[in-house]
């Protein structure tokens, strides 16, 4: 699943959303009411092209993807959804639309699961590198960690680039909930309901996300 809220979250926060494990209701928590676009990815969804937008308008088009990449029986615990997409890596992705223009008071969380990985892959992002409309993206590297780039720029010049540390590393083929806060230039990193340290490839003040046209 994939919930965005237009808050930073925080770390209990944060916590609370990892405790209550893979595809609960993020519509039913205390925090709900900051909920702006949430996709189950499969659970529910009867249109082999589209996933649903359970708060907002936003429904996702599956590009290059049909109802196989809704794969079942992939709960990691009893209880837990069976649903999950499944993406092969190079030309499959889920396009949201130009649903985010969130320039400051953004988190963004995503159950993932990883197999060995040979180069770095974007997970979710706002970021269209060619026409120099970046905002923000949220990524993996080959080894296993959470990268992600926040730019206020759109070109990239003026863009941080965190990635996690060890602590951070998702790359064994179990579920991981990850994701990123931005609120007043301060950019943090989750994985698995807490904050990790960071490795920094650049950490220039950004005061706001580039609100961008294209995602």
Known sequence: EVVVYDKELSQAEVTSRFNLGVF?????????????????LGDGDDDATTTYDLASTFDGTLANMDASNYITDVRP??????????LNGTDEYINMGNAFSYTDNLSVFLWVQTGN?????????KRHTGI?????????TSGGKIRVYVSS????????????????HIENNGW?????TFASGTLKLYVDGSEVTTS???????SAIHAGTTD
Do not use: C, M
Not at 77 to 86: D, Q, T, W
Not at 176 to 180: C, D, E, T
Not at 200 to 206: A, Q, R
């Open 132 to 140: 120099n409309q970046r905002s923000w993206a949220l990524r993996v």
């Open 117 to 125: 990985l040979t180069s770095n892959r974007t997970i979710f992002s």
């Open 200 to 206: 920094k490839g650049s950490d220039p003040t950004v």
């Open 24 to 40: 609960s209701d993020p519509l039913k928590e205390s925090f709900s009411a900051n909920v702006s676009h949430y996709w189950r």
């Open 176 to 180: 991981h909930l990850v994701g990123f």
């Open 153 to 168: 720029d759109g070109g990239g010049t003026n863009e941080k680039d965190y990635t996690s540390t060890d602590a951070g």
């Open 77 to 86: 615990a009893p209880g837990f959804s069976v649903f999950a997409a499944s």
